[in-house]
């Protein structure tokens, strides 16, 4: 069985990946499925956390059961949607792959294909909800960030996640290789747990369930520290 570590802690986790409209019919996306933010849901509504589960575009994934579900599109709703959750969050864990860039402006009608070559589609970035998180982070309030990174060594994605959270500021960080069939759309992942005091766990090849397990009973205890429920 597992442990009830997480009873009267609330837990808020993004998942799945956010489509930035560009007509009321396409999108701009990406290939996350959102089965690691599901299991990372999962195992804490498991082991008694109140759970809210932030869920932009996942594949056809049954949500798991007891945790309250917001549905959300681009990342702005996204956006919106942890924030509301944030207030009274223990844990905050952005397992969602946030879109870095949206169309500047939303077509009110389906683009027609027309006679002429199309206009270039132009970007703008999207706020950095993980570092929003942090820079409004209550006392004791804990953060958790994802980096899925590319890369030939392991040793390079291992690097990119050292850099990626001083640069975010947050209090953990998983880092994942993806591409060549790694972690996106598939049911295993691998990786590494970085903490801001310094320690890397490395995360064995395994389910999403088991890097989930890895991930909470590091933050467990830290999230305990607040003192009784
Ligand atoms: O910088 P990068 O997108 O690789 O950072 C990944 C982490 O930041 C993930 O935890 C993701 O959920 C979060 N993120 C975010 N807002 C963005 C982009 C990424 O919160 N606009």
Not at 55 to 74: I, N
Request: glycine share 10%; hydrophobic share 45%.
């Amino acid at each position: 069985a597992l442990p009830r570590d997480l009873e009267g802690r609330h837990v808020v986790v993004s998942a799945g990946g956010t489509r930035e409209p560009l007509d009321p019919v396409r999108y701009l996306g990406n290939r996350s499925s959102g089965r690691q933010g599901h299991a990372l849901a999962r195992v804490a509504a498991q082991r008694g956390a109140r759970v809210t589960l932030v869920a932009a575009h996942t594949a056809d994934l049954v949500p798991p059961a007891g945790v309250d579900l917001v549905r959300v599109g681009s990342a702005e709703e996204l956006r919106t949607a942890v924030h509301a959750a944030a207030g009274s969050a223990d844990v905050l864990v952005m397992a969602a792959a946030v879109a870095d860039f949206r169309p500047v402006s939303t077509v009110e009608h389906k683009i027609k294909k027309g006679d002429r070559d199309p206009e270039p589609v132009a970007l703008t970035r999207n706020p950095d909800i993980l570092a929003e998180l942090v820079a409004a982070r209550r006392p004791g309030q804990v953060v958790v960030g994802f980096a899925a990174e590319t890369g030939d060594a392991e040793t390079d994605v291992l690097g990119y996640g050292r850099a990626k959270l001083k640069r975010k500021g947050c209090d953990w960080l998983v880092v994942n290789a993806v591409g060549d069939g790694k972690a996106f759309e598939v049911e295993d992942n691998a990786g590494w747990l970085l903490s801001s005091g310094g320690a890397e766990t490395p995360i064995p090849h395994g389910s999403k369930a088991q890097l989930a397990s890895v991930v909470w009973d590091a933050i467990a205890p830290s999230a305990e520290l607040r003192g009784t429920p």
